[in-house]
């Protein structure tokens, strides 16, 4: 869950000041794969960039397993961990920004209460880092079970146990993290920076961005797809240079190109009912939308 460092040879990026996206929300809204994506962005433009998982540091020092009533915010006991495993998780973040070069890190837990958020904020501010909240907020059933089936029951916490008690359980947990929590406010929060994302991306609010860093974070988020899709990629059909045993070029299809681009195009129209929301782009080698090359028409 952890990322570090860059996963390839770009140009470095640098932020003037480090940089921690703290995510928040209930279980079961996408925190932790947007998170991870967003660092996995981030380290490929060029930050270096890691993600601190405070459920990994609540079950290292609290143990696994816990029942739901372990997040009843009525426990002070439980409360007294879970806040002890969030200001671990802060210490190891800023030791990794102060002694590893750290640029950016993503704090991911639910971080559902104000009281929370500004012991996160005060943490970090004292020590010149700044703050960006990113808060996914779902009411979709359909998206939230299915969250909860294909991801929460194959966590740590679960492990061993029924499908049936997991999930009973999972939303159980749900329950009283809801009892807490206080979303983010216009209001109370507006000299914050913050996005919050609604139903995995069909809206959007944006409050006070600052600094290119975080205008990437955010273009980034409003053109991220969450929930599974399928890509299918196919090259132009044969080309009249491609026939001679040549490549490259800039030559019209072959009768064996001109075959093949029709019978691709017969293929996808009978098939469209089995593939809602198709859409078909086309790219050249420089990855440009559209192209120029004879190809091109003949293709689409």
Request: with cysteine; proline share 4%; aromatic share 10%.
């Amino acid at each position: 869950d952890s990322f570090s460092g860059p996963v390839c040879d770009r140009p470095v990026m640098r932020v003037n000041n480090p940089l921690v996206i703290v995510m928040v929300g209930l279980p079961a809204r996408g925190k932790t794969f947007m998170g991870l994506k967003v660092a996995r962005y981030l380290r490929w433009i060029g930050y270096t960039t890691k993600a601190f998982n405070v459920g990994e540091y609540r079950r290292r020092d609290a143990g696994i397993q816990k029942p739901a009533s372990f997040f009843d915010p009525e426990n002070d006991e439980a409360m007294d961990q879970r806040k002890k495993a969030a200001l671990t998780a802060l210490g190891d973040l800023v030791e990794w920004i102060n002694q590893d070069g750290g640029e950016v890190a993503v704090l991911d837990a639910t971080n559902t209460t104000r009281v929370r958020r500004e012991l996160v904020f005060d943490f970090l501010a004292a020590k010149g880092i700044r703050v960006l909240f990113v808060e996914t907020i779902c009411d979709d059933n359909e998206i939230i079970e299915a969250n909860i089936k294909e991801v929460k029951v194959n966590s740590p916490d679960y492990k061993d146990l029924s499908m049936e008690y997991a999930i009973e359980d999972f939303r159980k947990r749900i329950d009283f993290y809801r009892k807490a929590y206080e979303p983010l406010s216009e209001d109370y929060d507006k000299r914050k920076s913050y996005i919050q994302v609604f139903n995995v991306g069909q809206r959007f609010i944006v409050n006070n961005i600052k600094g290119h860093c975080q205008s990437r974070i955010v273009y980034y988020l409003m053109n991220l797809h969450v929930r599974p899709r399928r890509i299918f990629l196919t090259r132009h059909g044969e080309s009249e240079l491609n026939a001679e045993g040549k490549i490259g070029g800039n030559s019209n299809l072959s009768p064996n190109g001109r075959a093949y681009a029709q019978t691709l195009g017969e293929f996808i129209v009978s098939r469209r009912d089995e593939l809602p929301g198709l859409k078909v782009n086309y790219f050249r080698g420089s990855m440009k939308w559209k192209s120029n090359s004879k190809r091109y028409g003949r293709v689409s």
